[in-house]
Nanobody
Framework: QVQLVESGGGLVQAGGSLRLSCTAS????????MGWFRQAPGTEREFVAA????????YYSDSVQGRFTISKDNTKNTVDLQMNSLKAEDTAVYYC?????????????????WGQGTQVTVSS
């Protein structure tokens, strides 16, 4: 079965950096676009970033543009999220997700598979 496993979350001070990683199994990774979403307590799940099947195209939310970078490696079945200049408002559980289409990469409902999430806490 398909599994997406996130790692790399933790506690960091504002202005610091973290790198999240998501390892996929049970699917042909190069056939899937990958996304990162986040959810803070009491809020809706929010789009963060997405990478196309090849990893050559990417989208970012306005709130992370210029601070976060998504990278997809089809040889390792991984998608990473490098997070720099972290802010307290970046605190959330971060999820990776996989979808076969690239029709609406910012929409959570288009994703077929989800990981269990990893907590990121940014202290101010």
């Amino acid at each position: 079965q398909v599994q997406l496993v996130e790692s790399g979350g933790g506690l960091v001070q504002a202005g610091g950096s973290l790198r999240l990683s998501c390892t996929a199994s049970g699917l042909i990774f190069s056939d899937y676009a990958m996304g990162w979403f986040r959810q803070a307590p009491g809020t809706e799940r929010e789009f963060v970033a997405a990478a196309s099947w090849s990893g050559n195209n990417a989208y970012y939310s306005d709130s992370v543009q210029g601070r976060f970078t998504i990278s997809k490696d089809n040889t390792k079945n991984t998608v990473d999220l490098q997070m720099n200049s972290l802010k307290a408002e970046d605190t959330a559980v971060y999820y990776c997700a996989a979808e076969k289409s690239w029709f609406r990469p910012r929409a959570a409902e288009t994703y077929d598979y989800w990981g269990q999430g990893t907590q990121v806490t940014v202290s101010s």
